[in-house]
T-cell receptor, first 112, second 112 residues
Framework: DGGITQSPKYLFRKEGQNVTLSCEQN?????MYWYRQDPGQGLRLIYY???????QKGDIAEGYSVSREKKESFPLTVTSAQKNPTAFYLC???????????FGQGTRLTVV | GQQVMQIPQYQHVQEGEDFTTYCNSS?????IQWYKQRPGGHPVFLIQ?????EVKKQKRLTFQFGEAKKNSSLHITATQTTDVGTYFC????????????FGTGTRLKVLA
């Protein structure tokens, strides 16, 4: 079954700890994205990658880091520098910029 | 960063009533996509519009792209409780930049 998988679905962390969110796709898509969604809010772009070993900052990249060592994987690290990390994180992928984006189920991160 | 505005932010309708959400950009859009996110879920692609003045229909949903390619609308005829969710418009990337910019979203509640 082709798709995009995020894990875990729910994640709890203590303040000051770094945490890494997983995103894997088997759709053979070149592009992958990370979005943040706050309650009742839209989607804000954190980072995106168009090709392996290359990625670009989105609108709210501060306090986050990513890597793209494999086409299938685009993990997101929420660092302790992120002031307000509690949010719903969505990973997406697409073939090109003019095709639909496929989203994972999301990871709900709570920092206490 | 660049933003695509949507109005209204919230809409409550009685089941059977019509619903429309509008998407506006200050710049010309190369294309516009529409997504639906059910409560607690992830965005799911509905449709893409590319041509100026384009109109597409999916059963009770009608999508329109403005003549100037700066606005778009989604109209639902005779809403049903299954239409509940948040509707997002998104601009796909341009000039080889794989960067989807999502609108602020319209949250629809349908009262039975």
């Amino acid at each position: 079954d082709g798709g995009i998988t995020q894990s875990p679905k729910y994640l709890f962390r203590k303040e000051g700890q770094n945490v890494t969110l997983s995103c894997e796709q088997n759709l053979n898509h070149d592009a992958m994205y990370w979005y943040r969604q706050d309650p009742g809010q839209g989607l804000r772009l954190i980072y995106y990658s168009q090709i392996v070993n290359d990625f670009q900052k989105g609108d709210i990249a501060e306090g986050y880091s990513v890597s793209r060592e494999k086409k299938e994987s685009f993990p997101l690290t929420v660092t302790s520098a992120q002031k307000n990390p509690t949010a719903f994180y969505l990973c997406a992928s697409s073939t090109t910029e003019n095709t639909e984006a496929f989203f994972g189920q999301g990871t709900r991160l709570t920092v206490v | 960063g660049q933003q695509v505005m949507q109005i209204p932010q919230y809409q409550h309708v009685q089941e059977g009533e019509d619903f429309t959400t509008y998407c506006n950009s200050s710049t010309t859009l190369s294309n516009i996509q529409w997504y639906k996110q059910r409560p607690g879920g992830h965005p799911v692609f509905l449709i893409q519009l590319v041509k100026s003045g384009e109109v597409k229909k999916q059963k009770r949903l009608t999508f329109q792209f403005g003549e100037a390619k700066k606005n778009s609308s989604l109209h639902i005829t005779a809403t049903q409780t299954t239409d509940v969710g948040t509707y997002f418009c998104a601009q796909g990337g341009t000039s080889g930049t794989y960067k989807y910019i999502f609108g602020t979203g319209t949250r629809l509640k349908v009262l039975a």
